[in-house]
């Protein structure tokens, strides 16, 4: 590791810390490394609902600051119930504190993604790009994902998630707020009627040449629909 | 006009965990996390629409900051391991935000990224970090997946996955598999990016 690479130490939820992360803090505070201090409230957990939650996240995302020196927060509010960052009260509840903390503070700040569906499906993608906007039009300054299927299967991810991120990212940096809420409530719409049956999606060697690191053409193709769905949407990042 | 007082360091953490006021657990995630929250929430009179994902209304977003800062202030931090409550003053907390960092430099060379504060309505691009973020990755998978996030143009920096097995070991926490299991983590990421061109690449 580099001291330009972020050194990871974690808070627990909510609010609480162990001895072991103020032992990790300690030791980066010597090293003079840059420090990511990581922290998922859960939406539905003990502190309740949107508003708790997002008071409990705007709290412990300037803990990290206050108690481990961090350089920058990585966030990721996630739903009791589905286990995603992408749920509409998750991105709720990071979009606001990322907005209340932007307008008052410097501080730079990062979110974390975790989606239902899995790689080369159209729901895993929008549920990305859902994210990405969110994150983008609220001032965070980082945005690091994707763990596809949650996060929990091996292999379940691929570099494309990464790529759609990256690219909804830019389309909307810089827009206007109010046409961003517009198109996330619709865009939101489209995929969390779907939670119950989220298609498991395909690992990375089922849906890349694993020698060539290439998509799948399937993968491709659903690439292609799911720009469509967003240049349809009102985003023209992709227009020729 | 008054003194600034010193920065809280993890020292100083450290030693207010092993004095601060005593409590179980429980009573904290039952008791003081949820009633603080919902006690703030009266407070401030805050209400959000789940349908707008980014405040718009001025005053919401400035309640939200306020009950914030309120709820680190009343309710300190639980360390599990002393069973003690953590706590600072609204000062301390107030100079931690001031004196936090306003830039950082994310990887090295031509694939160096200065980091700094940008708004919600800024066009600068945010960093992407791209990769598995944590996501449980096989041995033999692991070099090309993340040289496939390497490759991606748009990916300014890498967010690793966790080697499921090293050497065919399972790297269980706190024996020396768990070493040699994130120690080979960091040398295939660094190998991953140097295939992709981008050996300067933040990890």
Request: hydrophobic share 40%; charged share 25%.
């Amino acid at each position: 590791m580099r001291p330009s690479d972020a050194h990871e130490v974690s808070q627990l939820n909510e609010l609480k810390i162990n001895v072991g992360a103020l032992m990790v803090g300690a030791h980066y505070a010597e090293a003079g490394v840059q420090v990511m201090v990581e922290q998922m409230p859960i939406f539905g957990g003990y502190a309740g609902g949107l508003e708790e939650t997002t008071i409990v996240d705007v709290a412990t995302t300037i803990n990290s600051f206050v108690m481990l020196q961090a350089t920058w927060h990585l966030d990721g509010p996630v739903h009791v119930r589905w286990g995603i960052t992408t749920a509409r009260e998750a991105l709720a509840v990071a979009g606001h504190a990322a907005r209340a903390i932007d307008k008052h503070t410097h501080l730079m700040l990062g979110n974390q993604y975790y989606t239902l569906a899995g790689p080369c499906t159209l729901m895993c993608l929008l549920e990305t790009a859902a994210q990405a906007i969110t994150d983008t039009a609220s001032g965070r300054e980082i945005l690091s994902g994707v763990a596809a299927g949650k996060g929990v299967v091996t292999d379940l991810f691929t570099a494309m998630e990464a790529r759609f991120m990256g690219e909804c990212a830019h389309a909307v940096a810089g827009m206007d707020l109010h046409e961003v809420n517009v198109l996330l409530d619709k865009l939101v719409a489209m995929y969390e009627k779907d939670y119950k049956t989220a298609p498991t999606g395909k690992r990375f060697q089922d849906c890349y040449d694993v020698k060539t690191l290439q998509p799948s053409e399937e993968y491709v193709q659903i690439y292609n629909d799911a720009i469509q769905v967003m240049t349809g949407l009102g985003l023209h990042y992709w227009d020729d | 006009m008054k003194a600034i007082s010193k920065g809280v360091t993890v020292y100083d953490v450290y030693d207010r965990a092993k004095s601060g006021p005593k409590m179980e657990e429980k009573d904290w995630d039952f008791g003081v996390i949820p009633k603080t929250a919902r006690a703030l929430k009266k407070k401030y009179g805050i209400k959000m629409d789940k349908s707008v994902m980014i405040p718009e209304d001025e005053e919401l977003i400035d309640k939200l900051f306020q009950a914030g800062i309120d709820m680190l202030e009343e309710c300190g931090v639980y360390c599990i391991d002393t069973g003690r409550v953590i706590k600072y003053t609204r000062d301390e907390i107030l100079n931690a935000i001031k004196n936090a960092p306003d830039h950082f430099q994310f990887g090295e060379g031509k694939e160096a990224h200065t980091v700094v504060p940008r708004s919600y309505d800024s066009p600068v691009y945010p960093i992407i970090q791209g990769g598995p973020t944590g996501s449980p990755c096989s041995e033999e998978m692991f070099l090309p997946i993340h040289q496939a996030y390497a490759e991606e143009r748009i990916v300014d920096t890498i967010v690793d996955g966790v080697m499921q097995t090293v050497m065919g070991k399972d790297p269980v926490p706190g024996s020396p598999w768990e070493i040699m299991g994130v120690r080979s983590e960091a040398l295939q990421v660094r190998e991953a990016q140097c295939r992709a061109g981008r050996s300067g690449m933040g990890l």
